[in-house]
Every structure is written in structure tokens, then in C-alpha cells.
């Protein structure tokens, strides 16, 4: 038992108990969890039932910050589409992040993005993803940090 | 079919902005939900449900907080930075049973603002655990409730026991140009890495 003072440089204080359990690699959720409880915002259907049952895209997974939005093609042939799908190309006429469709739509994120991924594939919709890496590109970091200030 | 630069008369789709995003984290009720309501834009969206009799058991907002509603899902805002990129502002879900979706929401984001309420520190040592780990660049902003704070700075940063290098700032959730202020100390220590990193 030892006594820590704050002017000693203790790395591992008692009163952070999460702190040493780290693997090495960045990830584990912050805390024990008990499994999945649905979102109860959602509708009263299983929510991956709208999906067929697949809970992620086909290609690798769509950030929830993606801008999607809607294709002159994708408006132009709504028939195609059935309840949420066409939901979804007709509320992305205007652009807008995955994350907002899932909200504005009542949607599971994972459905949401399920179903997006399924339009892009179809031509009905078109997506800007973040860049990979671009959240350590200087310049756009400096053009953010311009955005902010500009804040009053 | 070359890049001429085709002006307003043709009714030119716009190109989709750039997504950046910030994650705002914490303990339940520090003011997450406010922060990112006071600094976007756009009306923040949230899913912000009422508390069940279960999840009261579970959520615990305690003495410190008068909080009645709990977010459930994720809420989020944003800012339109300049024509091309847009920052957006996603505020983890209060509680620990929505861990699953903090992988979602600090995949490629820029940084984290960790909110703490001094009255009860220990509820941010989950989210400082996080991005310790996924080396995250965070900044632990400390939320002055009603103007006070009921621990000195330093004692906060001792308790905390986060990396020198980690930037400690106060601010206030109600305040537009207090969140502005503290999402920029995270933008330049975030730049500052990359430079690091870089050079």
C-alpha cells in the first residue's frame, strides 16, 4: 500500500480503474455491457427483418458521418423502391449524413446503413465518404480550425 | 468534357461536402447534449427517450444532475465549416450498455472533447480509457456548472491521471463560444500531432 502524492508522478493512480486493463490495442468498449438491448426508439418490427436479415453492407461499412444523397436516376425510378428504401431516396432529394437518415427515419443506424449500402449499389443514391486518413491531413485540420473561429 | 468552370446558369448539382467529425464523450448528464446543441447549426438531432422505470435503476443520474430524460441512441449536430466540409459533432450515447456503438462513432474522427463534471470525475474514466487506448487525440474539457467548479484544475488532471500532454480546459456548455473554444484546443492538438507525425 502506497501512498500517493500528487507531486510523485504515479502513472497508474488508484482511481482510475479501467486504466490498466488495456490489451495494447485501442478498442474494448468502455465498460462490461449486457448484451443487446434494442433501441427502443425504433419500430416494433425486428429491425433487421427491413434488411433480410444482413447487418452490414456488402462492401466495407458505410461511416455514420457518409453525406448520401439522392440520384436523378434514383428519384426518377421511385416505384422500384418499397417503404423504407423509398423513404430514404425520397428524403435524401436532400443530402444529408447516414446518421440523420437513421434518425429522421426512425431506423436502427445498422439498418440504415444496411439499406443505403443496397442503393448505392443500385445506382439510387450517391455517397461522399470521408476520406481515409483525412482526419490527419493538416490542411483540412486547418480549415477547420478557420471554420471554428469564425464562430461568434 | 473538361473541367470548364460551369457558373449558376446550369442548375449544377452541388458536390457533397467533405464529412469531418469530432466525438463529444462522458459521464451521464456533464452535458454532452448541450454541447453539441450549442454549437450546431442545425437543430441537434437526438433520440433522447424518456427514462424507464428500468433504466432509472440502471442509469443512476444521482443528486448531481436533474436530469429527467436520458439519450438512448446518439445524438449530433453540425457546422458547415467552408463550402467543402462540413464537422459533424456526435455525442456518445450516456450509457454503458450503448458501448457497442463507440467503434461507429470514433472511427476516423478527428478527436474526442471528454466533458467531466467535477462532482463526479469517475464517471469519465470509461471515455478517457477509450481514447487513451485507441490514441485518440482528446482534450478533457471540464464543465462549469452554474460558473463553478467544486475541484481545483490541478487536482482534476491528478485524479484524472491523464498524460501531461493531454490538454485540461474549462468551459461552459451553455455558452457558443466556450464550446467553439474548446473544440479548437482539440483541432490544434489533433494538428499538432499530425505535423509531429509528419515531420
Not at chain 1, 13 to 38: H, I, K, N, T, Y
Not at chain 1, 70 to 82: I, K, M
Amino acid at each position: 500500500m502506497d501512498t500517493h502524492r500528487p507531486d510523485d508522478p504515479p502513472r497508474v493512480s488508484p482511481v482510475r480503474p479501467f486504466l490498466d486493463d488495456g490489451d495494447g490495442e485501442g478498442g474494448g468498449a468502455p465498460a462490461g455491457m449486457p448484451g443487446g438491448v434494442p433501441d427502443p426508439a425504433a419500430s416494433r418490427v425486428r429491425p433487421y427483418m427491413l434488411t433480410g436479415g444482413r447487418t452490414g453492407p456488402d462492401e466495407t461499412e458505410l461511416e455514420i458521418e457518409a453525406q448520401v444523397v439522392s440520384t436523378p436516376a434514383g428519384l426518377a425510378a421511385l416505384d422500384r423502391h418499397l417503404y423504407e428504401a423509398r423513404d430514404i431516396v425520397v428524403l435524401c432529394a436532400t443530402p444529408m449524413a447516414v446518421a440523420e437518415i437513421a434518425v429522421r427515419l426512425h431506423l436502427h443506424l445498422g439498418v440504415a446503413r444496411v439499406l443505403v449500402g443496397d442503393l448505392l449499389g443500385s445506382g439510387d443514391l450517391s455517397v461522399r465518404r470521408p476520406g481515409s486518413g483525412q482526419h490527419r491531413n493538416a490542411q483540412i485540420l486547418e480549415r477547420v480550425i478557420r471554420g471554428l473561429e469564425a464562430i461568434r | 468534357m473538361d473541367s470548364k468552370p460551369s457558373d449558376s446558369t446550369a442548375p449544377e448539382r452541388r458536390p457533397l461536402p467533405l464529412p469531418v467529425k469530432i466525438v463529444i464523450a462522458g459521464g451521464f448528464g456533464v452535458g454532452k447534449t448541450t454541447t453539441v446543441t450549442g454549437i450546431s447549426e442545425t437543430p441537434a438531432l437526438t433520440t433522447d427517450e424518456p427514462m424507464t422505470a428500468i433504466a432509472g435503476g440502471l442509469d443512476r443520474p444521482g443528486e448531481a444532475s436533474g436530469k429527467t430524460t436520458t439519450t438512448v441512441a446518439l445524438d449530433f449536430g453540425c457546422v458547415t465549416i467552408d463550402d467543402e466540409i462540413k464537422l459533424y459533432l456526435f455525442g456518445t450515447p450516456g450509457q454503458d450498455r450503448f458501448g457497442f456503438m463507440w467503434r461507429d462513432l470514433t472511427e476516423g474522427a478527428i478527436g474526442a472533447l471528454v466533458i467531466v463534471d467535477t462532482r463526479r470525475l469517475d464517471d469519465c474514466y470509461p471515455a478517457v480509457d477509450y481514447f487513451e487506448q485507441a490514441k485518440l487525440p482528446f482534450v478533457v474539457a471540464v464543465n462549469k456548472f452554474d460558473g463553478q467548479l467544486s475541484h481545483d484544475l490541478d487536482d482534476v488532471r491528478w485524479a484524472l491521471a491523464v498524460r501531461p500532454e493531454t490538454p485540461l480546459v474549462t468551459f461552459d456548455a451553455r455558452e457558443r463560444t466556450s464550446i467553439r473554444d474548446a473544440l479548437l484546443v482539440l483541432l490544434r492538438l489533433a494538428l499538432q500531432r499530425t505535423t509531429t507525425a509528419a515531420g
